[in-house]
């Protein structure tokens, strides 16, 4: 979303990395880190009052993968609220 002029490929249909899977916790906490820090941009962006969130790139736009990754987040924060609760952690 930063420079969507710029990237051809921009939002692929999927994107699933290869190793999903932490190897080690000192990882997983790198990821979260970094979601966190992405999200952030990806706020900064959509409160920006000079970004055009509807405008189209490769029939996808701002607007459209801001929503995305909200339900994304969304769906994941309820599988580990799901797997905390099996755990008897919440």
Known sequence: MK?????????PPTFWPENHQPGS????NEEIDK?????EEMIF???DLESDLFKEYN???????ALTALHHTGYHIGQLKTIGRQLGVW
């Open 59 to 65: 029939g996808k736009s701002m607007f459209w993968a």
């Open 3 to 11: 420079n969507p002029d710029d990237d051809r490929e921009l939002w």
């Open 25 to 28: 916790e000192c990882e997983w």
């Open 35 to 39: 979601y966190e820090h992405e999200l």
């Open 45 to 47: 962006i959509v409160l």
